[in-house]
């Protein structure tokens, strides 16, 4: 199969070369499209590569009807509808490393070309003005730089403002006092970055509790003269709160390599003196674009070859030595899944997911989500995936659960889906066997040892001289052969099951001919 790749904005041609090169892969360059454009041709696009300058909207995703994956070549991804994708079932990867340096290096530019007023002197002497008064800056050795966000980019600011002599200020909701010290910095809550700092520069994303996280009051909070840095995103920082409080004086200067609105051609803020600005430059350099390049378009190679991916953003991240371990469950997750639906015939209300002895040390989530996914998809179909599984369930009002226990009752690992109805307990449970793969071996309290493929037909019966006989001989009739059989039961006489393995795909006369039968209560047919 070749997968079609669209790359809409402008990437290192190093890093586009891999998928240039893949057999499997079709890609078309074209960063010229309109958001019109982009929703009438995404259809036929099994990934999209995108920047900052793209915006992925709900819109263009819903025409995506072949979308798999959307790859960021960056950091940010708030131009991607992130609910949209998801709920599309579609992957969103970053590259969320490459350009750290590159934002650092360009916030601490312009952080020193603000504070000594670089870029207004130099087009002053552009403009034959040589003015040594008006262009007195201040020093940044021994004054406060409050950092807020202490991430990649926040960790990087800071290491190098310190070597500028520099006090550093931080907040960020993930830093302890601890950490911070390790950093040798100072620990502080927003207020305190605001109210103390003489230089402020934020590194969070832009998120709806960032939104205009500098605005008419945070200015208030902050001291006289202040200058301020946003090489982060636009709007984190207010823009018409941050010009009235240049107007005002109470902010000194500020330099902005975001903004609220990208691209634009007029912008009130550039009107400003104390105010510098690049178009969005953090990134570009030769450097970061042929890395970021590189990671999302690997990412976008792996994920289409039947891979896992390095960074995904709406799928929590697995580490390689981790995903290695969990890998041969999988199958193992989804078959159960898969399976158990077929018993439970009402509404699923809840679903436990017990991982025992082995399964018990690992990371589980992948599992919890290919469980889910075997789960809905007999209903649900294609349309359920790795990413979308839980969302779906959770919109489907199913709550999910996941158990750890070392107890595997024999096994050196076991897996064991439950699932809740409103008048019902199903449950089903496997193994993954060394050299042999997965095998289920308990379907309710039923001990049973199979392998989960094929056509299937679970019997539920009385325990009963014949029944076996009758079942066997109907089968017969209608040339079904029987590949393995297993019976078990809960007392003489009892409840028991019979699991079958037979070489095709029964018609529901056949199965509502068995149901007949008076020993046998319920009959069910899986084909996985
Ligand atoms: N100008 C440019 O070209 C570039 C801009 N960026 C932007 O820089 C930002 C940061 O990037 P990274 O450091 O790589 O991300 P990161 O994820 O490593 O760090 C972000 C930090 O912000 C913190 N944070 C979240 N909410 C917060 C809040 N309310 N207050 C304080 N901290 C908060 C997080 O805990 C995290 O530590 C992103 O928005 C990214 O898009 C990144 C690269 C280039
Ligand atoms: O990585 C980020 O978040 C950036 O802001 C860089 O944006 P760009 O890829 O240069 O459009």
């Keep these: 199969m070749i997968f079609n790749v669209l790359i809409a904005d402008p990437l290192s041609e190093d890093g586009v070369q891999p998928l240039r090169e893949s057999e499997d892969i079709n890609i078309e360059v074209n960063t010229d499209l309109t958001d019109a454009d982009l ?20 819109e263009i995703i819903q025409h995506a ?20 994708a998801t709920e599309r079932g579609i992957i969103v990867v970053n590259a ?7 934002a650092a290096e360009h916030t601490m530019a312009m952080l020193m070309s603000l504070t000594r007023n670089i870029p207004q002197a130099f087009n002053a002497l552009k403009n034959n003005e040589w003015n040594r008064k008006k262009y007195v800056g201040v020093e940044v050795k021994n004054k406060t730089l409050g950092v807020i966000g202490l991430g990649r980019i926040g960790t990087e600011v800071s290491s190098r403002a310190k070597g500028q002599r520099l006090n550093i200020i931080a907040y960020d909701p993930f830093l302890t006092e601890e950490k911070a010290d390790n950093l040798g910095i100072r620990f502080g809550t927003v207020e305190d ?27 208030q909070m902050m001291k006289d003269g202040v ?32 903004f609220e609105e990208e691209p634009f051609l007029d912008n009130k803020l550039l009107e400003l003196p104390e105010v510098i600005a690049t178009p969005h430059l953090g990134a570009s ?13 690997q990412d976008v190679i792996r994920f289409l070859t039947g891979d896992s991916v390095r960074n995904p953003v709406n799928l929590p991240s697995v580490p390689q030595e981790i995903m290695y371990k969990i890998e041969p469950y999988f199958m193992l997750a989804e078959k159960l899944g898969n399976f158990l639906i077929h018993l439970a015939d009402e509404v699923i209300e809840e679903v436990n997911i017990y991982y025992a002895g082995d399964l018990n040390e690992l990371e589980v989530a992948p599992l919890t989500r290919n469980t889910v996914k075997g789960l809905l998809q007999r209903h649900l179909g294609d349309h359920v995936n790795d990413v979308n599984a839980l969302f779906l369930a959770e919109q489907k009002g199913i709550s999910v659960h996941e158990n750890k226990t070392s107890r595997a ?13 409103k008048s019902a307990v199903r449950s089903v449970a496997g193994t993954l066997l060394n050299g042999l793969g997965p095998r289920i071996v308990k379907v309710d309290h039923y001990s049973v040892d199979f392998t989960p493929a094929g056509h299937l037909v679970v019997i539920h019966h009385q325990d009963q001289p014949g029944v076996i006989g009758k079942m066997g001989s109907m089968l017969a009739r209608n040339q079904v052969n029987i590949a ?45």
Excluded at 66 to 81: E, F, P, S, T
Excluded at 409 to 421: A, I, P, Q, R, S
Aim: glycine letters at 8%.
């Design 39 to 58: 929703i009438q041709r995404i259809g036929k696009f099994d990934g999209l590569i995108v920047r900052s300058q793209t915006k992925v909207t709900r």
């Design 65 to 84: 009807d072949n979308l798999k994956i959307i790859g960021r070549a960056g950091v940010g991804v708030d131009n991607i509808d992130l609910d949209a």
């Design 96 to 102: 969320p490393n490459g350009n750290t340096n590159s």
């Design 193 to 219: 970055v605001l109210r103390e700092a003489d230089f402020i520069t934020v590194h969070t994303p832009l998120l709806k509790e960032t939104k205009h996280l500098l605005n008419k009051e945070a200015f």
């Design 227 to 258: 200058q301020i840095v946003n090489c982060a995103r636009g709007g984190i920082i207010d823009e018409d709160a941050l010009y009235e409080a240049i107007q005002s004086g109470k902010v000194a200067g500020a330099a902005m390599d975001v």
């Design 285 to 297: 350099t030769v450097e970061a674009q042929e890395n970021v390049a590189v990671d999302v378009c």
């Design 409 to 421: 009752k024999g096994f050196t690992n076991l897996l064991t889906v439950e699932v809740k109805t």
């Design 484 to 528: 393995t059989m297993q019976v078990d039961r809960s007392d003489i006489g009892g409840d028991a099951i019979m699991m079958l393995t037979i070489d095709r795909h029964p018609e529901q006369e056949l199965l509502d001919q068995l149901h007949e039968l008076d020993e046998i209560n319920d009959v069910t047919a899986i084909d996985l």
